[in-house]
C-alpha cells in the first residue's frame, strides 16, 4: 500500500514560484500514476495536474497550463509540481493521489484515490 506526503507550500507573492513534492511510502509507487488536486477556501476539491506511471505522459487542468509542471522521480519515489506565474486565485490545499495501472496514458481524473494530508498554498496579491 502506498502512502502520500506532500510538502513544499508556503505563502508566496503573486507572480512567484513554489515547488510541491509529494513523497511514497510502501511498495510499488512505478506502477501508480500521481495526480495533484487542490481545494480553496469554499470551493471543491478540484484536478490540477497528473503525470502517469512512467512521466511519459502528463495532464493539466486548463488554469493552470502553461504555469505549472508535473514530474517524477522513481527512484526517488516522489512527484513534483512546479509553479510558476502564481495568482492569488491559486491559494488552496494542495493534495497528491493516486491511481493504480502502467498505462501509457494518463489515468481518468476519477480515478485518483488515497488522498495525502495536504500541504497549504497561499498566494498574496
Known amino acids: 500500500q502506498v502512502q502520500l506526503v506532500e510538502s513544499g507550500g508556503g505563502l508566496v507573492q503573486a507572480g512567484g514560484s513554489l515547488r510541491l513534492s509529494c513523497a511514497a511510502s510502501g511498495l510499488g509507487f512505478s506502477n501508480y500514476a500521481v495526480a495533484w488536486f487542490r481545494q480553496g477556501p469554499g470551493n471543491e476539491r478540484e484536478f490540477v495536474a497528473s503525470?502517469?506511471?512512467?512521466?511519459?505522459?502528463?495532464d493539466y487542468a486548463e488554469l493552470v497550463k502553461g504555469r505549472f509542471t508535473i514530474s517524477r522521480d522513481n527512484t526517488k519515489r516522489t512527484v513534483d509540481l512546479q509553479m510558476n506565474s502564481l495568482k492569488s486565485d491559486d491559494t488552496a490545499v494542495y493534495y497528491c493521489?493516486?491511481?493504480?495501472?502502467?498505462?501509457?496514458?494518463?489515468?481518468?481524473?476519477?480515478?485518483?484515490?488515497?488522498w495525502g494530508q495536504g500541504t497549504q498554498v497561499t498566494v498574496s496579491s
Open positions: 493521489a493516486i491511481a493504480g495501472g502502467r498505462t501509457p496514458q494518463v489515468p481518468p481524473r476519477t480515478a485518483f484515490r488515497s
Open positions: 503525470i502517469n506511471w512512467s512521466g511519459e505522459a502528463t
